[in-house]
């Protein structure tokens, strides 16, 4: 079995998808769908995401540093789509995706009521790369869905988000199909 070599590219396969809500200080609120995001820190929780300097969320994002990751459902894909593939500079994408915005607990920027998982960031640091701007941001508070969350020790159920990924080569959408397995299930078990 044999290798090809490739060049340097965004190869990083998947990747989640998110619906990041912005708001200007004027009090316009936009969403912009976004793959290149990530968790970088678990206590505190940070996170990072990044965007074209050349897009209207990057204006906000500049302007007023709040944002909400609002973690889509498949059964939007046109939507979340479509979000990502106009200006929020000329088109009021809440209204055109007839998404329904809400209040965030600690942001100024709004979530997406029919997003399962909603987890408010503030910006705290910026760093500058070629094509994209990151934002390195804290996690304040995350809402999710009553039905989400199992009564019981409080674990989410991934089947009832029902999340997508992107993955860059193909530049194709993706479900996460089944569960395979829980982190650590090998601890005892691998002869070493």
């Known amino acids: 079995m044999g290798k090809k070599i ?6 990083l396969l998947p990747c989640p998808i998110g619906l990041i809500t912005t ?28 965007v074209r300097s050349t897009r209207f969320s990057h204006k906000l994002l500049k302007e007023n540093g709040d944002f909400v990751i609002n973690i889509p459902d498949a059964k ?8 990502g593939t106009v200006s929020g500079k000329n088109t009021d994408k809440f209204k055109e995706a007839n998404f329904t915005f809400g209040k965030a607990e600690q942001v100024k920027a709004p979530i997406i009521l029919e997003c399962p998982v909603n987890i408010e960031c503030r910006t705290k640091d910026f760093l500058s790369y070629a094509t994209h701007d990151a934002f390195i ?5 995350i809402q999710v869905d009553e039905e989400i969350v199992e009564k019981e020790g409080g674990k989410w159920n991934i089947e009832k988000i029902n999340p997508l ?18 982190y650590g299930f090998t601890k005892g078990k691998i002869n070493k």
């Not at 004027?26 to 996170?47: F, H, R």
């Open 6 to 11: 490739l060049n340097p590219s965004a190869s």
């Open 23 to 50: 708001q200007s200080i004027g009090g316009k609120p936009n969403i912009i769908t976004l793959a290149w995001m990530g968790m970088i820190s678990s206590d505190p929780p940070m996170v990072s995401i990044s």
């Open 76 to 83: 939007d894909l046109e939507r979340i789509d479509f979000c």
């Open 137 to 141: 941001a804290e996690i304040l508070t």
């Open 165 to 182: 990924v992107y993955c860059p080569p193909s530049q194709e959408y993706w479900t996460l199909g089944k569960k395979v397995g829980n």
